[in-house]
């Protein structure tokens, strides 16, 4: 079952597709859930995918106000609150896995597991240059926007300065922060992704139930670049009753 929900005013147009387990996707910032249809299409077949648009972004118009992580994250919260009320998936995409960050760590008890991919928790994750990189918006973002906005095109400066302003800021969480986050969390990353791989790493150790994908030949687009693969790992990571290693270290019987 397809369906499209504009949602009532302050909530977040949402598209949802197949059936099964409800997980949740969170796109990049600056674009819409239309950035994560490959790896839609190979999910679709074993979940039910719902793929919000945040406030500012695709269908949903933005707000009087700056972005913050903070705040799409209450809206995150508020959409899943009606949506399910129980715990779900949780996947977010590079500022989307920041939001899917923070509605976990606010609210543990809406996420069942989360995917982190090609995501940074503090801003000084990010490779040199790429947040001076992000600040100019080619035009095939500009036209993507203009195509769904119910701000019109003339709007899509505006948000670019609000997402400039707040990636100069934030997100400024901390390895202890990731320490509290009590739940499995995959990082998922590009071999040659925006997001410095030392940091990557840092999260994936600082976190109590994480796992590490390394994709290889593969960059900040890796959701696009290979979805299939992307698509087998996740589910993987989702799998409830996994085999025990062969020679563990960090998930040592009463470690």
């Known amino acids: 079952m397809d369906d499209e929900r504009a949602g009532r005013a302050g909530a977040l147009w949402s598209s949802a597709r197949g059936s099964?387990?409800?997980?949740?996707?969170?796109?990049?910032?600056?674009?819409?859930?239309?950035?994560?249809?490959?790896?839609?299409?190979?999910?679709?077949?074993r979940y039910r995918v719902i793929t919000p648009e945040?406030?500012?972004?695709?269908?949903?118009?933005d707000r009087p106000g700056p972005l913050s992580y903070a705040a799409m994250a209450e809206d995150t919260i508020a959409f899943l609150e009606q949506?399910?009320?129980?715990?779900?998936h949780l996947l977010g995409c590079?500022?989307?896995?920041?939001?899917?960050?923070c509605t976990a760590l606010r609210r543990p008890d809406l996420v069942r597991d989360l995917v982190l991919a090609g995501g940074v928790h503090h801003r000084a994750g990010w490779?040199?240059?790429?947040?001076?990189?992000?600040?100019?918006?080619?035009?095939f973002m500009v036209d993507?926007?203009?195509?769904?906005?119910?701000?019109?095109?003339?709007?899509?400066?505006?948000?670019?300065?609000?997402?400039?302003?707040?990636?100069?800021?934030?997100?400024?969480l901390t390895?202890?922060?990731l320490a509290g986050l009590d739940l499995p969390v995959l990082v998922l990353v590009g071999d040659d992704d925006e997001v410095r791989l030392e940091h990557a790493v840092a999260a994936y150790r600082a976190l109590p139930q994480g796992e590490l994908a390394v994709v290889p030949h593969a960059s900040h687009g890796v959701l696009v670049e290979k979805p299939e693969l992307c698509a087998r790992l996740i589910t993987d990571f989702h799998t409830a009753d996994?085999?025990?290693t062969l020679a563990p270290r960090r998930r040592r019987t009463g470690s």
């Open 83 to 88: 949506e399910s009320g129980a715990p779900v």
């Open 20 to 45: 099964g387990p409800i997980f949740v996707l969170l796109h990049p910032g600056g674009t819409d859930s239309r950035a994560l249809a490959p790896l839609v299409a190979e999910l679709t077949g």
């Open 144 to 172: 993507a926007y203009a195509e769904v906005s119910p701000d019109g095109r003339e709007h899509y400066g505006e948000v670019v300065a609000k997402l400039r302003r707040m990636h100069a800021r934030e997100p400024v």
């Open 127 to 139: 490779e040199p240059g790429v947040l001076e990189e992000a600040a100019e918006a080619p035009e």
């Open 54 to 61: 945040q406030r500012a972004h695709g269908h949903t118009p």
């Open 175 to 177: 390895d202890a922060d």
């Open 242 to 244: 996994k085999p025990a």
């Open 94 to 101: 590079s500022d989307g896995a920041v939001v899917a960050l």
